[in-house]
């Protein structure tokens, strides 16, 4: 965890840098529909057809096509920051329909999202779009029944293992009416229409063999997902500070990492480990991040760069030691320093 004191650069230093790829490109978005959403609809046939030969070729598929579908998360992702296409209307519009595909609720995961862009790092604002996190001071003050829920819920087999299955077919099927009207609204468009694809999925092809297909699927590309959007923003050094001291270009340097990923994982990953630059500005659409990064000598500095295997340094890091500056295992509770 990140002191507060430190300097940070002025955004109106970074924006030059950040400015010439905030321009969003139809042909490149156009582009990457196509190349994401046609081969995950292909590796359906696929899926479909290798069932009257053996599951083990249709397991194989659905790895490939959770790779895909983590990749049009992105895309959707992007259409709630209204970067990837030009027009506000068209991202709408387009993300509204990815959003079935991922099962996700645009707008209303979209507002959280924004609420997590606007908060990230703030301790005194967390708990919507975000991995929820204690102090060590709110841990130890929950009785033991919620100190269990805490470490249940922070637990790896849990988070990674039951959370899509939570996250994807129970929570956001659920509309959250203090994030607006408008987005209670859309949720409601939104299980219309995937209940719609899952009878008509049901029906024609049979409940058996869209289960088997789409529920793996969706569980991997969650724990996927999932486990991206943690590490982004859970590991060794990274920045909380206090609403008077919170500072937004450290909760974007300081509170995202970089995750560096080999090629073919930044590829279906949508660019997204360019995390740092996702923050200072989400205008930036995915195609760009990347550019962004090369082209910006001060974007490589001062910023967490984790390798695909260091990544896993950060499971157990489940508490914020404010007093020592830094996120702690349970285990480190019985040291002196941080149980007085």
Same mark, same amino acid.
């Given at each position: 965890?990140?002191?507060?004191?430190?300097?940070?650069?002025?955004?109106?230093?970074?924006?030059?840098?950040?400015?010439?790829?905030?321009?969003?490109?139809?042909?490149?978005?156009?582009?990457?529909?196509?190349?994401?959403?046609?081969?995950?609809?292909?590796?359906?046939?696929?899926?479909?057809?290798?069932?009257?030969?053996?599951?083990?070729?249709? #397991?194989?598929?659905?790895?490939?096509?959770?790779?895909?579908?983590?990749?049009?998360?992105?895309?959707?992702?992007?259409?709630?920051?209204?970067?990837?296409?030009?027009?506000?209307?068209?991202?709408?519009?387009?993300?509204?329909?990815?959003?079935?595909?991922?099962?996700?609720?645009?707008?209303?995961?979209?507002? #959280?999202?924004?609420?997590?862009?606007?908060?990230?790092?703030?301790?005194?604002?967390?708990?919507?779009?975000?991995?929820?996190?204690?102090?060590?001071?709110?841990?130890?003050?929950?009785?033991?029944?919620?100190?269990?829920?805490?470490?249940?819920?922070?637990?790896?087999?849990?988070?990674?293992?039951?959370?899509?299955?939570?996250?994807?077919?129970?929570?956001?099927?659920?509309?959250?009416?203090?994030?607006?009207?408008?987005?209670?609204?859309?949720?409601?468009?939104?299980?219309?229409?995937?209940?719609?694809?899952?009878?008509?999925?049901?029906?024609?092809?049979?409940?058996?063999?869209?289960?088997?297909?789409?529920?793996?699927?969706?569980?991997?590309?969650?724990?996927?997902?999932?486990?991206?959007?943690?590490?982004?923003?859970?590991?060794?050094?990274?920045?909380?500070?206090?609403?008077?001291?919170?500072?937004?270009?450290?909760?974007?340097?300081?509170?995202?990492?970089?995750?560096?990923?080999?090629?073919?994982?930044?590829?279906?990953?949508?660019?997204?480990?360019?995390?740092?630059?996702?923050?200072?500005?989400?205008?930036?659409?995915?195609?760009?991040?990347?550019?962004?990064?090369?082209?910006?000598?001060?974007?490589?500095?001062?910023?967490?760069?984790?390798?695909?295997?260091?990544?896993?340094?950060?499971?157990?890091?489940?508490?914020?030691?404010?007093?020592?500056?830094?996120?702690?295992?349970?285990?480190?509770?019985?040291?002196?320093?941080?149980?007085?």
């Amino acid at each position: 965890m990140e002191k507060t004191q430190e300097q940070y650069p002025d955004m109106k230093i970074l924006k030059p840098y950040l400015a010439p790829y905030t321009r969003a490109s139809t042909k490149k978005a156009i582009f990457q529909i196509v190349n994401s959403v046609i081969p995950y609809l292909a590796l359906w046939g696929l899926m479909i057809w290798s069932l009257q030969y053996s599951y083990w070729i249709t #397991s194989g598929l659905v790895i490939i096509a959770a790779l895909f579908l983590v990749r049009i998360f992105i895309l959707f992702h992007d259409c709630g920051h209204n970067s990837l296409f030009p027009s506000k209307k068209t991202n709408q519009i387009v993300g509204f329909f990815l959003g079935v595909l991922v099962f996700t609720p645009s707008e209303q995961w979209w507002r #959280s999202h924004a609420i997590h862009h606007a908060s990230s790092g703030n301790l005194d604002k967390r708990g919507v779009g975000d991995v929820m996190t204690l102090t060590v001071d709110e841990y130890l003050s929950k009785s033991r029944i919620e100190k269990l829920g805490y470490r249940l819920f922070r637990h790896p087999l849990v988070m990674f293992l039951l959370g899509p299955i939570y996250m994807f077919l129970i929570s956001h099927r659920i509309p959250h009416p203090k994030l607006g009207k408008k987005e209670t609204q859309f949720q409601i468009y939104h299980n219309l229409v995937l209940l719609a694809v899952i009878l008509f999925m049901g029906l024609v092809l049979g409940w058996k063999e869209y289960l088997i297909i789409q529920l793996p699927v969706i569980w991997l590309a969650g724990l996927m997902g999932i486990w991206l959007f943690f590490l982004q923003h859970q590991f060794e050094g990274v920045y909380w500070a206090s609403s008077p001291d919170w500072n937004y270009v450290a909760s974007a340097l300081k509170g995202a990492s970089y995750y560096e990923l080999p090629k073919w994982m930044q590829w279906f990953s949508g660019n997204i480990g360019f995390h740092h630059i996702h923050h200072l500005s989400p205008k930036v659409p995915n195609y760009y991040l990347e550019t962004c990064y090369e082209n910006g000598e001060v974007f490589k500095n001062n910023v967490k760069k984790i390798s695909f295997w260091e990544g896993f340094n950060s499971i157990g890091l489940d508490l914020i030691d404010i007093q020592n500056n830094r996120l702690i295992r349970f285990k480190d509770l019985k040291k002196p320093s941080i149980a007085n």
